[in-house]
């Protein structure tokens, strides 16, 4: 028996790769120049749409068990890392497209429709996957999105929206983070103490600050009121519900609080890596929203006020979704509740040792 050496061609199967580029302008008789251009960029934004698709269900598997392992955590970070680096180059991408004239665009443009990247069913469930509510989507001409898929990716998409997504796995592991009540120390009682301490402290200055006058002092001490509510409403729970139902919050409050807890006390060395994972997660939400903008001013530059290929408003629609489709914005907003380092809760000796690391020798 023989058998055939495998090559570097054959291993990437290259012969099916290079030869999927086929030019509708040169099947309409007038080869387009730059048409070789746009579809090798948009193959290429859909071999790293399936790379994500890869790591994000990997994630979303160590993330459907009822405890996540703390190696599995560090992977999980490793793998939200890898992701983040690929929609860095997805969105590098946008450049060479940008090499591209409109002329250059219009001259084949028209051969390209109805196909529009509106339907890359791989994109669609990375959004739901991540946690993309449906009633929280821009309309594509007033239609559910997966209206313009084909029947095959319809069923596939609205599988992917009905599945278990990071964002909710994400909800119910912050639910059972532990520390939050821990003997005598109620970290929320803790938090709500030092917040009011903070707020008064400021208070007090701008009440004792002689170099503005009572009308900027006023209007200072209403900020500060305003401020006040918002930080109640992390603590009345009745405030928090109505939040959630009027659709200003989406993560849990009790997610909310131990998220928070993580992010106030991430230099404790068993919360660094579940701080690193909420960071990364607020990057991966605005590296989209940095993805679609820039796809957005791409589209204006190219075709100015048109419609899409797909009968989209183009510009407009794509603007839109940059500026609601977020899904960890609660995570992002945590920001507002952060104090300072001086001002936080003092952890009992005892819970720091429970956040530090320790080994155990034997069994």
């Keep these: 028996m023989t058998s055939k050496k495998l090559s570097y061609g054959d291993y990437l199967e290259l012969d099916k790769i290079l030869d ?18 746009f579809i090798i960029i948009h193959q290429a934004y859909e071999l790293w749409f399936k790379q994500i698709l890869h790591e994000l ?17 560090g992977l999980v970070v490793s793998r939200l890392g890898r992701i ?4 860095k180059l997805l969105i590098d991408q946008v450049s060479i497209l940008e090499t591209m004239t409109p002329m250059d665009f219009l001259e084949f443009r028209d051969l390209l429709s109805p196909a529009s990247g509106f339907q890359s069913i791989q994109f669609r469930k990375i959004e739901n996957k991540l946690g993309m509510k449906p009633d929280k989507r821009v309309r594509f001409g007033k239609q559910r999105y997966d209206q313009y898929l ?6 596939a998409a609205l599988n992917s929206e009905n599945s278990a997504s990071l964002f909710m796995l994400l909800e119910d592991w912050l639910e059972r983070t532990p520390f939050l009540q821990f003997e005598e120390f ?9 917040v009011e ?16 006058d009572d009308t900027a002092k006023e209007v200072s001490l209403k900020n500060y009121d305003v401020i006040k509510n918002t930080y109640e409403a992390l603590f009345d729970e009745k405030k928090y519900i109505k939040l959630l139902d009027e659709g200003h919050r989406r993560l849990s409050q009790k997610a909310t609080l131990a998220a928070l807890f993580i992010k106030l006390y991430r230099d404790e060395p068993v ?6 994972l909420l960071t990364q997660l607020v990057d991966i939400d605005q590296l989209l929203t940095s993805w679609r903008y820039r796809h957005s001013l791409l589209v204006f530059r190219m075709i100015g006020v048109k419609i899409g290929t797909g009968g989209s408003a183009g510009h407009g629609y794509l603007k839109k ?5 977020s899904i960890f914005r609660d995570i992002s907003n945590l920001s507002t509740y952060i104090i300072p380092r001086s001002s936080l809760p003092k952890l009992p000796i005892k819970l720091k040792k429970e956040l530090g690391f320790f080994y155990v020798h034997g069994k």
């Design 186 to 194: 109620n970290f929320w009682e803790s938090y709500k103490e030092a």
């Design 57 to 73: 269900d990997s994630i979303i598997e160590m993330f459907k068990d009822n405890y996540v392992e703390e190696e599995n955590t």
């Design 271 to 276: 919360l660094q890596l579940p701080h690193r």
């Design 20 to 37: 999927s580029q086929t030019l509708q302008s040169k099947k309409n008789g007038n080869i387009v120049h730059d048409e070789m251009l």
């Design 197 to 212: 301490r903070m707020i008064n402290n400021d208070k007090e200055l701008i009440y004792n600050n002689n170099s503005i």
């Design 150 to 155: 084909s029947k095959q990716d319809r069923k």
């Design 321 to 325: 979704t940059a500026e609601k489709h």
């Design 84 to 87: 983040i680096e690929i929609q």
